[in-house]
């Protein structure tokens, strides 16, 4: 990589022909042009559609925009150090954290129990596989109404079946109960945990496995000293991809608890008020768009930190196959697919 | 767990005493129970909104589990209180005009990182991998500030620029589909005079059919279930169908109309669940997660 950014121009004597058995080829396959040409929509799409509106929320978040006036003036990092005395962001990123945590471990060690029960040799496997990923594809919209239903005050299964034991109903749908809710919409989606641990499973093999029980080892030895190091690259993956996904935690809390049809922002209690219902509110309720885009830029910095701190951390719990100080090392196979033809 | 799928026949002395039968039964009882209890719950849900759509206010006053006479009568109140047909059709428009462009437009890119070479593709690489990484929401709202100023917003444009754009998941399975070719195919090709661009139009992306369809589906139903996108950059009128229901379906007052809301969520929910249930085996068995491995 440094080898390439220090050039600075385009041509590069002889360097790129090194590696090919065939000058012939060579011609057509090193004409920059056509690679360019063919990673053209996606080049732009990544500087209009992400890199500019990074960089106009950053500009924004150094203004007090209003969105309305169209006067503004430049106001450094005042809304940066505004966040840090605001209780309704520090709130909202404190339960952003609290349902993070609560989700995503829970998910991937459920997902990875239902992936374990369904790689077994058993009657039905696809239909029960197909039963609880079900879920996992019903859209957001559908599945925060279906449990806005099911955890109804008034006519909910869920008041129904407590109240055959005796307990009072629950409004669910406000504090504290509507957090619980929450937690349950994410969980009904395990599926999504659930087949990729699946796929990692049916990746190992069974060699392995079996090698291991010949040694004498027994099913939970085999499982957390075999599967589990050989599944980690995709439980680290899903850590990731669940943050990620979680921070952006906005419709589901939004739906669950809009008392009326129309959804709004600001009728959002307090347990689900995640980071972006805050954020949001700021832009569309209050119009500060200065603001709100520093919010903006806090999150996207503490999600990039936050999977640096992950990475780095699990750099020695991953298990590689092909990890750099193992004998066989084949980092080729996977990087460049240049190379192996 | 491996003693359970060998073959009867297999002689297995190294594995010390042979697990008696009712020990085996008892094992596939533990495997079976749980997830018989948890495939029920994971229905419920479902079921009891579909319930819910079958009923009316009193029976859901009355706190009777099921409906009592099923009153159909919802679903039609569900289409016609609130325009559902035009939401539907805009609903499907915009995913499937996003899908397919995104789904070509990702092919296109793949292709050019598994097959072509240029400095800087590594670095590009690196960027397309890390775009996954940067929240959706993070950008879309400073997206519509900017399509705002410039007169995007209201229009459908965004979501052909979004799939002009192509996705970063997408791009990562096409470059893993194409790079995993022969390059044989390439060599015929350029001996019969192709170009790079009729080479991947008429040689390798017919060859791609199972990564396209992959992300012809992804890309649809994400589409489809899409709240965010089109309540910012839509009008109410011209919106999809998971706005309209979400904001639809109260008595004039403003009270929600729960059993007709139901069968509108059933209405909304089914296509994607058709379809799942169409493609399940393709699903299921790992066309999702196959840029992966």
Same mark, same amino acid.
């Given at each position: 990589?440094?080898?390439?950014?220090?050039?600075?121009?385009?041509?590069?004597?002889?360097?790129?022909?090194?590696?090919?058995?065939?000058?012939?080829?060579?011609?057509?396959?090193?004409?920059?042009?056509?690679?360019?040409?063919?990673?053209?929509?996606?080049?732009?799409?990544?500087?209009?559609?992400?890199?500019?509106?990074?960089?106009?929320?950053?500009?924004?978040?150094?203004?007090?925009?209003?969105?309305?006036?169209?006067?503004?003036?430049?106001?450094?990092?005042?809304?940066?150090?505004?966040?840090?005395?605001?209780?309704?962001?520090?709130?909202?990123?404190?339960?952003?954290?609290?349902?993070?945590?609560?989700?995503?471990?829970?998910?991937?060690?459920?997902?990875?129990?239902?992936?374990?029960?369904?790689?077994?040799?058993?009657? +039905?496997?696809?239909?029960?596989?197909?039963?609880?990923?079900?879920?996992?594809?019903?859209?957001?919209?559908?599945?925060?109404?279906?449990?806005?239903?099911?955890?109804?005050?008034?006519?909910? +299964?869920?008041?129904?079946?407590?109240?055959?034991?005796?307990?009072?109903?629950?409004?669910?749908?406000?504090?504290?109960?509507?957090?619980?809710?929450?937690?349950?919409?994410?969980?009904?989606?395990?599926? +999504?945990?659930?087949?990729?641990?699946?796929?990692?499973?049916?990746?190992?093999?069974?060699?392995?496995?079996?090698?291991?029980?010949?040694?004498?080892?027994?099913?939970?030895?085999?499982?957390?000293?075999?599967?589990?190091?050989?599944?980690?690259?995709?439980?680290?993956?899903?850590?990731?991809?669940?943050?990620?996904?979680?921070?952006?935690?906005?419709?589901?809390?939004?739906?669950?608890?809009?008392?009326?049809?129309?959804?709004?922002?600001?009728?959002?209690?307090?347990?689900?008020?995640?980071?972006?219902?805050?954020?949001?509110?700021?832009?569309?309720?209050?119009?500060?768009?200065?603001?709100?885009?520093?919010?903006?830029?806090?999150?996207?910095?503490?999600?990039?930190?936050?999977?640096?701190?992950?990475?780095?951390?699990?750099?020695?719990?991953?298990?590689?196959?092909?990890?750099?100080?193992?004998?066989?090392?084949?980092?080729?196979?996977?990087?460049?697919?240049?190379?192996?033809? | 767990?491996?003693?359970?799928?060998?073959?009867?026949?297999?002689?297995?002395?190294?594995?010390?005493?042979?697990?008696?039968?009712?020990?085996?039964?008892?094992?596939?009882?533990?495997?079976?129970?749980?997830?018989?209890? =948890?495939?029920?719950?994971?229905?419920?849900?479902?079921?009891?909104?579909?319930?819910?759509?079958?009923?009316?206010?009193?029976?859901?006053?009355?706190?009777?589990?099921?409906?009592?006479?099923?009153?159909?009568?919802?679903?039609?109140?569900?289409?016609?209180?609130?325009?559902?047909?035009?939401?539907?059709?805009?609903?499907?428009?915009?995913?499937?005009?996003?899908?397919?462009?995104?789904?070509?437009?990702?092919?296109?890119?793949?292709?050019?990182?598994?097959?072509?070479?240029?400095?800087?593709?590594?670095?590009?690489?690196? =960027?397309? =991998?890390?775009?996954?990484?940067?929240?959706?929401?993070?950008?879309?709202?400073?997206?519509?500030?900017?399509?705002?100023?410039?007169?995007?917003?209201?229009?459908?444009?965004?979501?052909?620029?979004?799939?002009?754009?192509?996705?970063?998941?997408?791009?990562?399975?096409?470059?893993?589909?194409?790079?995993?070719?022969?390059?044989?195919?390439?060599?015929?090709?350029? =001996?019969?005079?192709?170009?790079?661009?009729?080479?991947?139009?008429?040689?390798?992306?017919?060859?791609?059919?199972?990564?396209?369809?992959?992300?012809?589906?992804?890309?649809?139903?994400?589409?489809?279930?899409?709240?965010?996108?089109?309540?910012?950059?839509?009008?109410?009128?011209?919106?999809?169908?998971?706005?309209?229901?979400?904001?639809?379906?109260?008595?004039?007052?403003?009270?929600?109309?729960?059993?007709?809301?139901?069968?509108?969520?059933?209405?909304?929910?089914?296509?994607?669940?058709?379809?799942?249930?169409?493609?399940?085996?393709?699903?299921?068995?790992?066309?999702?997660?196959?840029?992966?491995?």
């Amino acid at each position: 990589m440094t080898a390439t950014q220090t050039g600075g121009t385009l041509r590069v004597p002889a360097r790129t022909t090194a590696g090919t058995s065939s000058a012939a080829r060579g011609w057509r396959r090193y004409r920059p042009a056509t690679f360019y040409g063919f990673i053209a929509p996606w080049l732009a799409g990544f500087v209009l559609l992400t890199l500019f509106p990074l960089g106009y929320a950053l500009w924004l978040s150094t203004t007090n925009y209003d969105g309305m006036t169209g006067r503004y003036r430049y106001v450094g990092l005042d809304n940066y150090t505004a966040i840090a005395s605001d209780p309704d962001a520090l709130h909202a990123l404190a339960r952003t954290g609290l349902y993070t945590l609560g989700t995503v471990p829970l998910s991937i060690a459920f997902g990875l129990l239902l992936a374990v029960l369904l790689n077994q040799q058993i009657r +039905a496997r696809g239909a029960f596989r197909a039963l609880i990923y079900l879920p996992a594809v019903v859209p957001i919209v559908g599945s925060a109404l279906c449990f806005k239903m099911l955890f109804n005050a008034d006519f909910g +299964a869920v008041n129904a079946v407590i109240g055959l034991v005796g307990i009072p109903p629950v409004d669910w749908l406000s504090d504290p109960g509507v957090f619980v809710v929450l937690v349950a919409v994410t969980l009904w989606g395990v599926g +999504a945990s659930m087949i990729i641990s699946l796929s990692g499973l049916q990746g190992i093999p069974r060699e392995l496995q079996e090698a291991a029980r010949v040694d004498g080892a027994g099913a939970w030895q085999v499982f957390s000293k075999i599967t589990l190091p050989l599944l980690s690259p995709i439980i680290l993956f899903q850590v990731i991809t669940g943050i990620i996904g979680s921070v952006q935690g906005f419709v589901a809390p939004l739906l669950l608890t809009a008392s009326s049809g129309t959804a709004s922002v600001t009728s959002v209690p307090q347990s689900t008020y995640l980071y972006m219902i805050h954020v949001y509110a700021q832009y569309f309720a209050y119009g500060r768009f200065g603001y709100a885009s520093a919010l903006l830029w806090v999150l996207f910095v503490l999600i990039l930190l936050l999977t640096v701190v992950i990475f780095r951390v699990s750099a020695r719990a991953v298990f590689y196959e092909n990890a750099p100080d193992t004998p066989t090392r084949r980092r080729r196979t996977r990087e460049t697919p240049e190379v192996t033809r | 767990m491996t003693v359970l799928e060998r073959p009867a026949t297999l002689p297995t002395p190294a594995l010390g005493p042979a697990p008696s039968r009712r020990a085996g039964r008892r094992r596939r009882r533990a495997v079976y129970v749980p997830l018989v209890v =948890i495939a029920v719950a994971f229905l419920i849900p479902l079921v009891w909104l579909v319930s819910i759509s079958l009923n009316d206010d009193a029976g859901l006053a009355s706190g009777s589990l099921l409906p009592k006479t099923l009153h159909w009568s919802n679903y039609r109140d569900a289409v016609t209180l609130i325009p559902f047909g035009r939401y539907a059709v805009t609903s499907l428009l915009l995913a499937g005009v996003h899908a397919v462009l995104a789904t070509l437009s990702s092919a296109m890119v793949g292709f050019g990182f598994a097959r072509l070479r240029a400095r800087g593709k590594g670095v590009l690489f690196m =960027i397309v =991998i890390a775009t996954m990484m940067v929240p959706a929401i993070v950008t879309l709202i400073p997206t519509y500030l900017i399509f705002a100023r410039i007169g995007l917003v209201y229009t459908y444009w965004p979501w052909v620029l979004w799939g002009l754009g192509g996705s970063a998941f997408l791009i990562f399975l096409f470059r893993q589909a194409f790079s995993a070719m022969p390059s044989d195919l390439e060599d015929a090709a350029i =001996i019969d005079g192709c170009g790079w661009m009729r080479m991947f139009v008429s040689v390798f992306l017919p060859l791609a059919k199972a990564p396209c369809l992959a992300g012809f589906i992804l890309t649809f139903t994400g589409g489809w279930a899409d709240f965010i996108s089109p309540s910012l950059f839509l009008s109410n009128d011209q919106t999809t169908l998971a706005v309209g229901l979400s904001a639809g379906y109260t008595t004039p007052a403003g009270t929600p109309l729960y059993t007709t809301l139901a069968a509108g969520a059933v209405l909304y929910i089914l296509p994607v669940l058709v379809i799942f249930l169409v493609l399940q085996r393709g699903f299921v068995n790992g066309f999702v997660t196959s840029g992966m491995k």
